[in-house]
C-alpha cells in the first residue's frame, strides 16, 4: 500500500506536542478498541488511517453518503477519482476509521469516520475548516487547544450507535495524549423544509445550550431564521443530540451551506463539560 506522503510525518519530527499523533494512531488499534457489529458475525475496530488507501475508503463512504444519500454537491480538486469526497483540507487531516475486521474471505471496508484537524495542521492549512462558515474570532484564544471534528458519517447498515461510541472513545483518547481538551466542528441539520426545523431548533438550543456570549460564532452565510418558523416542536438529529448529552454548546445562529443543502450549528465540546457517565466510558484509565 501507498504510505501517506508528507508534510505531516515530517511536520511531527519538530514538534515535540504533536509526535503523539503516532502513539495514539497506534494506541487507538491496539488498546483492544474492537467491538461486535449488529450485523450478524461482523466485527469492528477503531484504527487511524496509515494509508493512503484507507483514507480513500474514507473518503468512498463519504462521497457515498454526502453525495448519493444526502444529495450534496461536492467540489474535489481536479483529477479526483471518481466516487470520493476530496477537499483540501484533507490532506492536513488525521483520519479515524471504524472498519470490520478482515477475515480470511473478507477484506476490511470502512463503515464509519471522522477526520481531525489538530492545532499545528490547521495553522499549516490556514485555519480551520469552520472559518470559513463562521467568523470565530473569539476563540482565538482557545485554538491551541483544539482539535476540530468533521465530516463524520456512518454506512447506513451500521447506523445503531455502536460506531459513533467507538469513534468517540478514540477520539477522547487522542485528545488526552496530545494534550488537546476543546473540539469544535459544523453540525449539520438538512433542509428539506427550507430550514423551518433548523430554525425551530436553534430557536430551542439557543435557551439551553449556548455557549456565553463571549465564546459566540457569527455565520458568513446566515441562514434567515428571523424568515422561518421557529415553534416546531423538533428533536436534534442523533449526531447533535449526542453532542448535547457530552456538554456541547452552540456557539451561534445556523449557517446555510448550499453545497450540502444543509444548515450548520457552530458547535464546541470541551471534555472538561463531560458528564461524569461520559468520563468514566470515554476517560477512564
Same mark, same amino acid.
Given at each position: ?11 511531527? #519530527? ?18 483492544? /478498541?474492537?467491538?461486535?457489529?449488529a450485523a450478524p458475525g ?11 488507501? #484507507? ?80 467568523d470565530l474570532s473569539r ?38 495524549? /496530545?494534550?488537546?481538551d476543546v473540539t469544535v ?84 465540546? /470541551? ?15
Amino acid at each position: 500500500m501507498d504510505k501517506l506522503e508528507p508534510p505531516r510525518q515530517e511536520h511531527l #519530527q519538530h514538534h515535540p506536542q504533536d509526535r503523539s499523533l503516532v502513539a495514539a494512531r497506534t494506541a487507538a488499534s491496539a488498546v483492544g /478498541n474492537v467491538a461486535t457489529s449488529a450485523a450478524p458475525g461482523v466485527r469492528l475496530e477503531a484504527v487511524w488511517a496509515r494509508h493512503a488507501d #484507507q483514507v480513500k475508503q474514507a473518503q468512498r463512504l463519504r462521497y457515498r453518503v454526502f453525495a448519493d444519500e444526502m444529495g450534496a454537491r461536492l467540489s474535489p480538486p481536479p483529477g479526483t477519482e471518481p466516487g470520493l469526497d476530496v477537499d483540501r483540507f484533507d490532506a492536513h487531516c488525521e483520519h479515524l476509521l471504524v472498519q470490520t475486521v478482515a477475515g480470511a474471505d473478507a477484506p476490511s471496508h470502512v463503515v464509519g469516520t471522522y477526520r481531525v484537524l489538530t492545532p499545528v495542521a490547521a495553522r499549516r492549512a490556514g485555519g480551520l475548516y469552520s472559518d470559513a462558515e463562521f467568523d470565530l474570532s473569539r476563540l482565538d484564544a482557545l485554538r491551541p487547544r483544539i482539535a476540530e471534528l468533521g465530516r463524520s458519517c456512518t454506512d447506513p447498515q451500521h447506523r445503531t450507535g455502536g460506531v459513533i461510541l467507538m469513534l468517540w472513545a478514540a477520539l477522547a483518547d487522542f485528545m488526552l495524549r /496530545n494534550h488537546l481538551d476543546v473540539t469544535v466542528g459544523c453540525a449539520s441539520i438538512p433542509m428539506h423544509d427550507g430550514g423551518h426545523t433548523a430554525a425551530s431548533l436553534w430557536h430551542q438550543l439557543r435557551q439551553t445550550d449556548a455557549a456565553p456570549e463571549a465564546l459566540s460564532a457569527r455565520p458568513r452565510l446566515p441562514l434567515p431564521v428571523a424568515a422561518l418558523r421557529s415553534d416546531l416542536d423538533v428533536s436534534p438529529p442523533a449526531l447533535i443530540k449526542g453532542y448535547l448529552k457530552c456538554g456541547g454548546k452552540v456557539l451561534g445562529p445556523p449557517a446555510w451551506d448550499p453545497d450540502f443543502g444543509t444548515a450548520d450549528l457552530p458547535m464546541m465540546m /470541551n471534555l472538561a463539560d463531560l458528564p461524569a457517565a461520559y468520563r468514566r466510558r470515554f476517560l477512564q484509565g
